[in-house]
């Protein structure tokens, strides 16, 4: 079959599931999740099939992997979207001219999504509860490196759609070729709306090759600035949670920027990063202050290429500044506008920074590690918008709508 006739088919079946009872669509979630829980063997099979051909130092083998633990967290994720209300046919304002015309904006959904995304099968679990939920069709373009996890997934959900009587167009998963990632980025006719989960390169690429809306999301180049006012038991264990917790996602700690004034302190905040062979590289006065209490193997002179670096690794570049101003304008200068942190007592200093920092989730005295759907309380997410057109940060359930305007009238005519 041909892609052409591959986005006919998507398409209508999303024009299908527009008019699908929600109660349906909360019961096709639940047996997809109980169906992931009945199939743990069969998907860690094919998972394992995935991860033997990756090097277990690229910093994507742990967003490659499935297990037991995961895949139980990914049927609970399911559930949680299962039990949301719809977020169709929800009236976002409502007016009455003077002319006796009654105008509504009603939600509604974008049709058809394409996802372009690397490394990362849980995606596909994520994207087809989320895009069923508001009322969209998807059309899933993993990479190479997850084709068995993603194939079998795919397969268990289409299996799921056709048993509850749905169209099984509603999730497709494409071949992992190139021509079907540009087919896929300028199928104006069929697709709605491009979402790109991976790098910054795979990021730049759709946005540079697409012909259709794209929301850019994923890439996090995250700071946490330690102003002078920092408490330090806390900046201790915020940085290492930050830094530590996965390292492989996107918003984890890439630079701890710190004032000059604490570099006293900056061996015993980075303490418990030592403890997960953390590997820092300092600039010359952070360098200096490091030297002799941090492990020498893991503390390297930071070069050119250490700021503005999304390391997805044990690994973090360390920046010292004088000012909160010059915190703020290395942060604007290096940033990826997903999340970024200060750590401070000073309450002005604090506000200047939630107020002048451009990104999508800024934070104070907490890690970035909250930057999640989940964590927010939306249930679920699609990944992390860095841009500020229709949706910023966690993309949940409304994001995925768009909106309609509804006019009734009693025979008006305009003069």
């Not at 999730?171 to 990632?181: A, N």
């Not at 979402?195 to 946490?224: M, Q, W, Y």
């Not at 670096?309 to 506008?337: C, D, N, P, Q």
């Amino acid at each position: 079959m041909n892609l052409t006739t591959i986005f006919k088919k998507v398409r209508k079946a999303a024009t299908t599931l527009g008019m699908a009872d929600p109660e349906k669509i909360s019961r096709v979630l639940l047996a997809v999740a109980d169906e992931a829980e009945k199939n743990i063997d069969l998907i860690i099979a094919r998972n394992r099939l995935d991860l033997d051909r990756m090097d277990r130092q690229d910093p994507k083998y742990d967003r490659l992997l499935l297990n037991e633990q995961r895949i139980r967290a990914i049927a609970g994720d399911i559930r949680n979207v299962a039990g949301l209300p719809s977020p169709l046919g929800r009236r976002l304002s409502e007016s009455v001219r003077p002319n006796g015309l009654k105008i509504s904006r009603i939600s509604v959904p974008f049709g058809v999504i394409g996802i372009i995304y690397e490394a990362r099968p849980n995606v596909t679990f994520d994207v087809f509860s989320l895009c069923i939920k508001s009322g969209n069709a998807c059309i899933l373009k993993g990479g190479s490196d997850a084709i068995e996890s993603n194939t079998a997934i795919s397969q268990l959900i289409k299996g799921v759609l056709e048993r509850e009587g749905f169209d099984p167009y509603i999730l497709t998963l494409l071949p992992s070729g190139r021509k079907e990632t540009q087919a896929l980025l300028t199928a104006r006719d069929y697709v709605d709306l491009i979402i790109p989960r991976g790098s910054k390169n795979l990021i730049d690429f759709v946005r540079s090759s697409a012909t259709i809306p794209v929301i850019e999301t994923g890439a996090g180049i995250c700071h946490t600035y330690f102003d002078e006012s920092g408490d330090r038991e806390k900046g201790r264990l915020i940085v290492n949670n930050a830094k530590t917790r996965r390292v492989s996602v996107c918003n984890a700690l890439d630079c701890l920027v710190i004032h000059e004034s604490r570099l006293a302190d900056l061996p015993y905040i980075t303490g418990l990063c030592a403890g997960s062979d953390v590997e820092i590289l300092a600039d010359p006065k952070a360098f200096k202050a490091l030297k002799g209490s941090y492990p020498d193997h893991l503390l390297r002179k930071a070069d050119s290429e250490s700021f503005g670096t999304e390391f997805l690794s044990y690994r973090m570049a360390v920046k010292t500044v004088a000012s909160i101003e010059e915190a703020l304008g290395h942060i604007e200068r290096y940033s990826s506008k997903h999340s970024e942190a200060i750590i401070a007592e000073d309450p002005s200093v604090r506000d200047l920074f939630l107020r002048q920092v451009d990104a999508a989730a800024v934070y104070a005295n907490t890690s970035t590690a909250f930057t999640d759907g989940a964590e927010f309380g939306l249930g679920a997410e699609i990944g992390i918008s860095t841009q500020k057109l229709h949706a910023r940060g966690p993309m949940a359930l409304a994001e995925l709508t768009t909106y309609k305007w509804i006019i009734e009238g009693e025979g008006q005519i305009r003069k």
